[in-house]
């Protein structure tokens, strides 16, 4: 006789597996079907009870670093930017412009770091401080583009070397200066930036409201603070068991200490009150949510029958999860905008 032990694993398996069956790819069969019902189950799993989400971690800059570490994430990387030479890993801004057929995930997120830069009228000369620079795409973009210099701080010490590796590989370092540092502790001299800019970022700070009054004081005269970053509008009054459940689920996705979680109302005022004037709010989330969902969709779709490795399928997963959150939750992805009037 066989002994064949089920455990509470097995029985999930298969309860989910039947769920999920209509996210798997026709092509998907046998053990690689039970392949993307494990990666489900256990992103899922980490998803609400992994420590790293835990709000107490995601303000802490050692679990937001491992969290984020490049190396864990390089397979989703390559996955994504399809690209050995682009380290891109933001959402992305998916409006199409120009009679574009298809935008790749480069492309994408190339187009959020450039509709931050138009926002704040990045221009030759102008000394920006990036806060959350990641690996240093956007950067690099900005100073190509746009002709800026730039001060970068990033939290993540892997993410900071890959960064400075590629600045010294294009001979750009004397104009793009890279360093490890946190957003709750900037160490600078008041009035020192042109720009301040945080590219889908600014939500893992702690907090936001005190990045705000940082940023004032650091921007000279005449200068601008702009983000892309997320707001929750209706979070921040009495709301019901479902919405609250909800919450829950979008600080774990997104890594957002709860004091972050404001409406875009609240955020402009937050912004006002640090001293920023002209404040402007502004509602990405048509050409970022459903944009990236149907890149993950159809990135999935294209290379399932050749390569089903499982960045590819939580590449998949986190695609349904924002369609999720933009169908079903009150989050918004925003560029918000506010000027240091000139003495």
């Known amino acids: 006789m066989i002994a064949i032990d089920i455990t509470l694993r097995d029985i999930l398996c298969v309860i989910i597996g039947c769920i999920l069956t209509t996210f798997a790819s026709d092509t998907l069969v046998g053990d690689i079907i039970l392949r993307f019902f494990k990666v489900v189950i256990k992103f899922v799993i980490k998803l609400f009870f992994w420590g790293h989400f835990n709000n107490n971690m995601m303000t802490d800059s050692s679990g937001l670093s491992k969290f984020y570490d490049i190396n864990r994430y390089e397979q989703s990387r390559m996955t994504m930017n399809c690209d050995i030479n682009t380290y891109w890993m933001n959402f992305g801004y998916w409006k199409k412009e120009n009679n574009e057929t298809n935008v790749t995930f480069p492309q994408a997120c190339s187009k959020m770091a450039s509709k931050l830069a138009d926002a704040v009228r990045m221009k030759p000369g102008d000394l920006c401080l990036d806060v959350g620079f990641g690996c240093g795409d956007q950067d690099i973009w900005w100073h190509q583009q746009y002709g800026v210099d730039i001060v970068g701080v990033e939290v993540i010490p892997s ?54 009054i940082k940023s004032y004081k650091l921007l000279r005269p005449g200068g601008s603070l702009g983000l892309i970053d997320l707001a929750f509008n209706n979070y921040d009054r009495e709301i019901s068991v479902l919405q609250r459940i909800a919450k829950i689920f979008v600080s774990k996705f997104f890594l957002v200490p709860q004091a972050n979680m404001v409406s875009a109302d609240i955020y402009a005022l937050h912004m006002q009150s640090a001293g920023f004037r002209n404040v402007k709010v502004i509602d990405l989330s048509e050409h970022i949510f459903n944009g990236f969902y149907e890149f993950s969709n159809n990135h999935y779709k294209k290379y399932s029958g050749l390569i089903v490795s499982r960045a590819f399928i939580q590449l998949r997963i986190a695609g349904i999860f924002m369609k999720m959150i933009e169908q079903y939750t009150d989050v918004k992805y925003i560029l918000a905008i506010g000027n240091k009037l000139s003495d």
């Open 159 to 212: 993410q900071v070397a890959v960064a400075q590796r590629r600045i010294t590989d294009l001979k750009i370092q004397d104009r793009v200066r890279l360093m490890h540092g946190s957003a709750d502790d900037i160490n600078f001299p008041n009035a020192t930036f042109d720009k301040i800019i945080s590219l889908d970022s600014a939500y893992h700070y702690r907090t936001r409201q005190s990045f705000f």
